[in-house]
């Protein structure tokens, strides 16, 4: 898995270079550059790796995963503003807003949420039928009934200053964490018009197990390790799977999960190794 991993970082750098390279001069640009540099790249892994088990080349799949990995990055800079998590370290450098202004990273992460629909409307993707069903997906997992309805659920919570429960904090995080995994893994069966059931039964699994791993990681990680800071939930107050479950409950429905990821990929047999080695990899990583 780790070499096929190392290839889509590749590939996908490339890719979002190659889309960034032609805009007008300035902070803007320099800003999104920045924001899409680096980065894990499982999002894209997902992509590639659902394209691959429904017959689709790396080449048609590349610029959805490239969308994928732009709209994550308008995500993280958003979400590391001060209005809302208000982080000043990203992938162990200064986080946009830190390194320009508030203004700049607002207006860098809009640029990145369009550039993001842009890039699957190209037609190497395949037909338009199939570029409209990852559009319409990605605006579904993307917005208030995903990834924004989860960061909503996130900072109403903070406001009212009331630990969530389990029940809620996995209902919030299924749409913060878990929609854009879902969008990503699903997207082979969405470009090919086949059933996604099996691959989103997986993404449900493998987005809350990340989640879990990412709880897990504020309490025990590294700061220069994971690149971000670490123990602001604790500080925050914030309820967590961690602060509700214990560290090694956290960890055990971690596992149960990435067993539960496994079960859903069964149909797939051997073809899907490298999407039951990244369950693995995600609850086992230190960034």
Not at 5 to 25: I, S
Not at 60 to 66: G, T
Not at 72 to 101: C, E, I, K
Not at 126 to 146: P, S, Y
Request: a negative charge.
């Amino acid at each position: 898995m780790q070499d096929r991993l190392a290839d889509v970082r590749a590939a996908v750098q490339a890719e979002l270079d190659r889309a960034t390279a032609n805009l007008p001069d300035g902070d803007l640009a320099e800003a999104m550059r920045y924001a899409v540099t680096g980065g894990k790249r499982l999002r894209a892994f997902l992509v590639m790796e659902s394209a691959r088990l429904h017959g689709i080349s790396d080449g048609a799949a590349l610029p959805v995963a490239a969308a994928v990995e732009a709209l994550h990055a308008y995500s993280l800079v958003h979400d590391d503003l001060p209005a809302m998590d208000d982080d000043d370290l990203r992938r162990g450098q200064p986080t946009v807003h830190v390194r320009w202004s508030e203004a700049t990273a607002i207006l860098a992460g809009d640029a990145l949420q369009t550039l993001a629909f842009g890039l699957l409307t190209e037609e190497r993707i395949g037909g338009a039928e199939a570029r409209l069903r990852l559009v319409a997906a990605l605006a579904r997992a993307a917005g208030a009934e995903g990834m924004v309805w989860g960061q909503a659920l996130d900072i109403a919570a903070e406001t009212a200053g009331q630990p969530l429960d389990l029940q809620q904090i996995t209902r919030l995080q299924g749409g913060k964490t878990g929609a854009l995994i879902r969008f990503a893994a699903t997207t082979g069966p969405l470009m090919a018009g086949e059933d996604p059931a099996a691959l989103d039964r997986y993404a449900d699994a493998l987005g809350l197990a990340f989640q879990i791993a990412d709880d897990i990681l504020d309490v025990t990680g590294d700061e220069m390790v994971a690149g971000k800071r670490v123990g602001k939930d604790a500080g925050a107050g914030k309820a967590t799977f961690v602060s509700l479950l214990g560290l090694e409950g956290a960890r055990a429905e971690a596992r149960r999960l990435v067993a539960a990821g496994d079960e859903a990929l069964c149909g797939y047999g051997a073809a899907a190794g490298n999407l039951r080695d990244l369950a693995r990899f995600v609850i086992d990583r230190d960034t």
